[in-house]
């Protein structure tokens, strides 16, 4: 079992940076890759970014260059670094883990909310 307890994440104007953050506990091995998955409303669930403990990435192309997933393995914590955010960024951000990089464990999500 891992639990993953995400940073509260807020309202930005357009344009704006934002940083999540989310801590993991429990299974060592359940947390080989973490990363986010976002849901904007109306819309299915989509990966923005993960991260295995060795460092390689598999990143959304919509977001390259915009957003940057990093993060500390001997803390077990993933950070989301979100730059010039638009208002379609806007969504429900999760932080999720796994053995593997199919996501087994899901944060209870955190609203970020881009204004125009």
């Known amino acids: 079992q891992v639990q993953l307890v995400e940073s509260r994440g807020g309202l930005v104007q357009a344009g704006g940076s934002l940083r999540l953050s989310c801590a993991a506990s429990?299974?060592?091995?359940?947390?080989?890759?973490m990363g986010w998955y976002r849901q904007a409303p109306g819309k299915q669930r989509e990966l923005v970014a993960q991260?295995?403990?060795?460092?390689?990435?598999n990143n959304a192309d919509t977001m390259k260059g915009r957003f940057t997933i990093s993060r500390d393995s001997a803390n077990n914590t993933v950070y989301l670094q979100m730059n010039s955010l638009k208002p379609e960024d806007t969504a429900v951000y999760y932080c999720?883990?796994?053995?593997?990089?199919?996501?087994?464990?899901w944060g209870q999500g955190t609203q970020v909310t881009v204004s125009s």
């Open positions: 999720v883990s796994g053995s593997t990089w199919r996501p087994e464990y």
């Open positions: 429990g299974s060592i091995s359940s947390t080989n890759v």
């Open positions: 991260i295995s403990r060795g460092g390689s990435t």
